[in-house]
């Protein structure tokens, strides 16, 4: 089992940064990939980034290509996305999720409750 709980979420104007947080609990932090999705209000829940158990691979979607980076602390047991040039688009429920690296959500078996990040224009 792994219990994930995220943090960092906020209200932020466009073109400013965030820092989301997910702390991990449980299972070895060292033995699972985890990532990032997020929901729009009346969307479905999409892909955003992911991170290998080492962090030596990552995967971005084409959305946030080259404004999102995702990093693991394996001293904390946490894994970080670093968002920057944030859109209004950018606005949703951001959601912590291990154990799988692709973008479907059926290949992470855990996930978080979810962090609001809104994006004023």
């Known amino acids: 089992q792994v219990q994930l709980v995220e943090s960092g979420g906020g209200l932020v104007q466009a073109g400013g940064s965030l820092r989301l947080s997910c702390a991990a609990s449980?299972?070895?932090?060292?033995?699972?990939?985890m990532g990032w999705f997020r929901q729009a209000p009346g969307k479905e829940r999409e892909f955003v980034a992911s991170?290998?158990?080492?962090?030596?691979?990552?995967r971005d979607a084409d959305s946030v290509k080259g404004r999102f980076t995702i990093s693991r602390d394996h001293a904390n047991k946490a894994v970080y996305l670093q968002m920057s040039s944030l859109k209004p688009d950018d606005t949703a429920v951001y959601y912590c999720?291990?154990?799988?690296?692709?973008?479907?959500?059926?290949?992470?078996?855990?996930w978080g409750q979810g962090t609001q990040v809104t994006v004023s224009s």
């Open positions: 999720a291990a154990g799988g690296l692709g973008p479907r959500l059926d290949e992470y078996p855990y």
């Open positions: 449980g299972r070895p932090f060292s033995t699972y990939s």
């Open positions: 991170i290998n158990w080492s962090g030596s691979n990552t």
